[in-house]
């Protein structure tokens, strides 16, 4: 759900108050405040679009973030690629490791025995 900043909730009231001042300029005796108006209305309109990014990208940063913190597992991330790290693959990862330790351990005894029949 999206938050409503202070900002997008004066827009209708801005965009009502800026309309009837273009109306009211072509009455104007001041020269160029149309188009001044008009100018400032598409700016604003510009910077509501920018400021609406930014809060998504916001949001979206917030969660990311949320989620490293809720746990031990996260998004791991280098500069090629991002990959999120799940309970499963941590238990993969861990009986890997133990597959390995175990071959370790039986290298080791093949190992001592060859030392104890060379001797």
């Known amino acids: 759900m999206r938050r409503m900043s202070f900002s997008s909730q004066l827009v ?31 700016k604003h309109g ?17 969660k990311r973030l949320e989620v490293q913190h809720s746990s031990r597992f996260g998004v791991y991330d280098d500069e090629e690629t991002s990959v999120f790290i799940t309970q499963e693959m941590v238990n993969e990862e861990e009986d ?6 175990e071959r370790i ?12 029949n060379s001797s």
Do not use: H, W
């Not at 309309?19 to 400032?40: L, R």
């Not at 351990?105 to 104890?116: I, N, T, W």
């Open 12 to 42: 209708p009231y801005l965009i009502f108050s800026m309309c009837f001042c273009v109306q009211k300029a072509n009455d104007s005796p001041v020269p160029g405040v149309k188009e001044k108006i008009v100018t400032m209305l598409r």
């Open 46 to 62: 510009e910077i509501s679009a920018d400021v609406d990014r930014l809060e998504d990208l916001v949001e979206e940063q917030r």
């Open 96 to 101: 890997k490791v133990c597959e390995l330790e």
């Open 105 to 116: 351990q039986a290298m080791q005894e093949r190992l001592s025995v060859l030392k104890a």
